[in-house]
Every structure is written in structure tokens, then in C-alpha cells.
């Protein structure tokens, strides 16, 4: 395995996997803007607009208005590549910081043990093991954060409507500002559907290899970018997206599941490519395959923005009662 990602580790044929660019690869800031094809993230430009409309247009309808109106699923379709656009050497403390927090790989974090509930506590443990963070990923504490920021801006919102009413200006900013996190929320839920962005095996396999599976750095970009773009579309994936529900068990914890059973299809990617699946038009099994992905992707996504509305509501707790 190796020790750090860099811009690359990810090249395939010109194109970049930028979603997967580890921190320090401080030489990069130096390269010319110019000579970097447009970044691209899990799923490609295509696959996160895609994952972000698609969870937007098939929100429950107890949700508010304003969340289901064409211009918010208008600007949540937009955001959903938006932490790729925060991933250029351009911006180099920007891209440092937050770029381990589109991936976690499962395999170096449960070496650890359980995974805490708080980002500063698993970091504290990756310290204490001689280890860096960004090597690991911090994919489900950044995303249970900005739901945590969904379901505030949602409460602010209640109060607000309540208070001073719909049509007053400090609602419409609510509005807004839910909006944003809401398509903000989507890119993380995104690649927490791409099994790529959950293990070691992130770009070529690397150790054992029995199976004879490529250790080229091509097959990220090649399966979520070119090969979503030229094949998936909206209809087929929405059909596969599963109903509207709820989540009635702890959020991280629910997220955390998510993310296991993504990995689950670490190997099925592998073996998809192998067989020529993720070349011009793939194969019908490929095809398949990454439709159910994607739509596993909106589905989450859906409802996780479906339990931030609902657990808005919910009351505060006495932050002095709880000290």
C-alpha cells in the first residue's frame, strides 16, 4: 500500500482523479493552473449533479415548499460537485484541509478500533497510533457535520416562520442557507456511494493480488468519470432509487452502515473492469452496477435531508443540563 495519494497516483490518460488527492503534494501548487484538465471529484461533475437533482426532486412532500421548489433543486443540482471546485493547488491550504474528508478507507480506520462519534477523538486515536488522519480519511465525520449544519439552518427556519412568518426577509435567508448546505450535504453522500472512496484499494490494487486485478492508476477516473458521463442517465438511475423514509436510528451510526455496505462492492468494481466493464459503453452488468450506486447515492441523500427536516423540530437540548 502506499503511504500517501498524490495528483499522480490518480492520472488516467490526462484525466485526473482529484477526488482522491491526498494533502502535501506541495510541489503541485507550483504547476501551472493551465496545464490541469477540470477537476473532477467522485462520480465526475456528471454523477454528483445527477445523485444531488435526483434526491431534490423526490423529497417527500411534508417537506417545505421552498426545499422542493425548481430553484432549489436548481442550485442543489449545482452544488453537488462544489468541495471538487475547494480541490485546486490554487487554493493549497484549502485543498490540504479538506480533502480527507471525501474518503475514508475502512480498512486502516478499524485497524484502530470502533470509530468515535467525534472527528477530534478518531483524530486523537490516529495520533496516538503514529499514523496521520489525511492517510485515513474523515468522510463520515465531515458529512455528519454538515447535516448537523442542514438540521440547524432547518430549525432557524421553523423559528423564523413561526415567529416572523414566511414572507419575511430573515425566512427567505434560512431558506438560502439550508439550500446550501442541503447540495453541500449531497457531494459527500455522493462519494460515500462510490466503494473506491472507502478503501485502500482507491485506485489499482495494491498487495495480494490472486485475481490478477489492475494495478494501473486509471481505474477511479475511468469508472466515475468518462464511463457515468457517456452512459448513465437520470431515468434509469431514479427507477433503482429506493422509497422515502425516514432514518429512525442515530444518524452517524446509520451513515457509518451506509458506508460499510459500499465497500462491500470494492471487489464487484474490479471485477467489473476487468471484464472491459467501464470501456465506451461498458457492459449491461457494468451499467447496472453504477446505476444502483448512483442511486444508492440520492436515496441517502433524499433521506437524509427528509431527517433533517424532521428531527428539526425536535427540541434543543439543555446545553447547561448536559455539561
Known amino acids: 500500500m502506499r503511504s500517501a495519494r498524490s495528483y499522480t497516483d490518480d492520472m488516467s490518460h490526462g484525466f485526473p482523479t482529484f477526488c482522491r488527492i491526498r494533502p502535501g503534494v506541495l510541489a503541485a501548487a507550483f504547476i501551472p493552473i493551465s496545464l490541469f484538465p477540470p477537476l473532477a471529484g467522485a462520480w465526475g461533475n456528471e454523477g454528483h449533479r445527477m445523485i444531488n437533482r435526483l434526491a431534490a426532486m423526490t423529497l417527500p412532500a411534508d417537506v417545505p415548499a421552498f426545499l422542493r421548489s425548481q430553484a432549489a433543486i436548481d442550485e442543489i443540482d449545482w452544488l453537488g460537485p462544489e468541495p471538487d471546485r475547494w480541490r ?32 477530534l477523538d478518531f483524530e486523537a486515536k490516529v495520533f496516538a497510533a503514529g499514523q496521520r488522519p489525511e492517510k485515513i480519511g474523515l468522510q463520515p465525520w465531515e458529512t455528519t457535520e454538515v447535516w448537523e449544519r442542514l438540521k440547524a439552518a432547518l430549525r432557524e427556519y421553523r423559528h423564523l416562520a413561526a415567529t416572523a412568518g414566511p414572507a419575511s426577509l430573515d425566512t427567505v435567508a434560512a431558506e ?16 460515500g456511494s462510490q466503494p473506491l472512496h472507502t478503501t485502500i484499494q482507491y485506485n489499482g490494487w495494491t ?23 457517456a452512459n448513465l442517465h ?8 429506493t422509497p422515502a423514509r425516514a432514518i429512525d436510528s442515530d444518524l452517524f451510526d446509520a451513515y457509518v452502515a451506509y458506508l460499510r ?36 447515492g440520492a ?15 425536535l427540541p434543543v437540548p ?6
Not at 182 to 189: C, D, K, P, T
Request: aromatic residues 12%.
Open 318 to 323: 439543555d446545553a447547561h443540563a448536559a455539561n
Open 299 to 313: 436515496s441517502m441523500l433524499r433521506d437524509m435531508i427528509y431527517t433533517a427536516w424532521l428531527d428539526s423540530a
Open 261 to 296: 455496505h459500499t465497500a462491500t462492492f470494492v471487489e464487484r468494481v474490479y471485477q467489473l473492469e476487468k471484464a472491459g466493464g467501464f470501456v465506451g459503453t461498458g457492459t449491461a452488468e457494468s451499467r447496472e452496477f453504477t446505476a444502483e450506486r448512483l442511486a444508492a
Open 88 to 119: 485546486s493547488p490554487a487554493e493549497p491550504e484549502l485543498n490540504a484541509a479538506q480533502s480527507p474528508e471525501h474518503f475514508i478507507d475502512l480498512e486502516l480506520a478499524d485497524a484502530l478500533g470502533p470509530l468515535p462519534r467525534l472527528r
Open 207 to 229: 498487495g495480494p493480488n490472486p485475481h490478477g486485478y489492475t494495478t494501473a492508476h486509471e481505474i477511479h477516473w475511468q469508472f466515475e468519470g468518462p464511463f457515468v458521463a
Open 234 to 241: 437520470a431515468p434509469e438511475v431514479q427507477a433503482k432509487m
Open 176 to 191: 438560502q442557507a439550508a439550500v446550501f448546505y442541503a447540495g453541500w450535504l449531497g457531494h459527500y453522500v455522493g462519494d
